[in-house]
Structures are given as structure tokens and as C-alpha cells.
């Protein structure tokens, strides 16, 4: 279990379209609901990464934020390349993707969505999932320890109670 009170860690909140590596320990915190958080960690290096995308893919227009799916893997691996970790000394771990929004519209799905592109890039990059909590009707709230890989998450109900 992470221990968040200790004070040899400094922590930061990761807003969404964002992404954040770190080779000393830091705790990441972030808040999902549709959106997904890839955890990427390298325990030769003990060094990690986490990313916040709102949607699964840039359609070429404007700038290639990591508010896309498909933008903020790529860039999180590349940054954690930066700081000198492998591709195939990375393990992931992936969360969110609910469905925090009810719509009756198969076309909406951006959870759905965005499940599958964090899960169709980490298998084409060849990079294993090793835990997830994805998808559902409720929020998370997730912290990543940098420095371990470990990840706690909890579920968040909506505004409404549900």
C-alpha cells in the first residue's frame, strides 16, 4: 500500500490532456471518468510516467495534444525513453474508461473508445499490461508512485449520487 504521508515524496495533481515522468519518487494524482491514465514504469530504472487523455484520437486538426489517446501513449514513451528507460523494460497499467455519463448512443462510447486505443497502441508498442481497472459507470481516482510502479485507485460516485 502506497503511504502518501511520506515525506520523502513530493506530489503533484495531473489535470487532464496532460502527462508527467519523473525519475525521483513523486505521487501522481489524477480523477477519471471517461477519460484513461496509462501508468508506464521501469523497474531497472525505477522510473515512471502516467498520462491523462480525454479523447481516444487526434484527427490531424489543430495540435497534437496529449488530450488524445493516441498522442499521449506515444509521447509518454518517448518521454520516458528521454530519460533513459527501454521499451521492453516497461511494464503499464491502465485506468478509467467509464461510462460516468449515461448516453443511449453507441456512437458516444468515448470511454469504450479510449479503452481500446490505450490497449491496441500498448500492444503494438509490444509493452504488457499487467493491471487495469477500466470501464463501468463510475469515476476513479487513482495515485501513482513514480518511483515503485504501485498504483491505488478508488471509485468515485457522480454528483447525483449514483
Request: some cysteine; overall charge positive.
Amino acid at each position: 500500500m502506497i503511504n502518501t504521508a511520506d515525506n520523502n515524496y513530493n506530489s503533484i495533481y495531473l489535470y487532464p490532456a496532460a502527462l508527467i515522468v519523473r525519475d525521483s519518487p513523486f505521487y501522481v494524482t489524477t480523477i477519471l471518468g471517461s477519460c484513461i491514465s496509462v501508468c508506464l514504469y521501469d523497474k531497472t530504472k525505477n522510473t515512471g510516467g502516467i498520462n491523462h487523455f480525454m479523447l481516444p484520437l487526434w484527427n490531424g486538426e489543430g495540435l497534437p495534444t496529449p488530450k488524445f489517446g493516441n498522442i499521449a501513449i506515444q509521447k509518454l514513451l518517448d518521454k520516458m525513453c528521454i530519460m533513459g528507460s527501454k521499451k521492453e523494460h516497461l511494464i503499464a497499467k491502465v485506468f478509467g474508461g467509464g461510462e460516468v455519463i449515461e448516453c443511449h448512443s453507441q456512437f458516444f462510447n468515448i470511454g469504450k473508445k479510449n479503452i481500446n486505443i490505450a490497449f491496441e497502441m500498448l500492444n503494438e508498442l509490444g509493452i504488457p499490461v499487467i493491471s487495469q481497472s477500466i470501464g463501468g459507470k463510475l469515476g476513479r481516482k487513482i495515485v501513482f508512485n513514480t518511483h515503485t510502479g504501485e498504483v491505488i485507485h478508488r471509485f468515485v460516485k457522480s454528483y447525483d449520487g449514483k
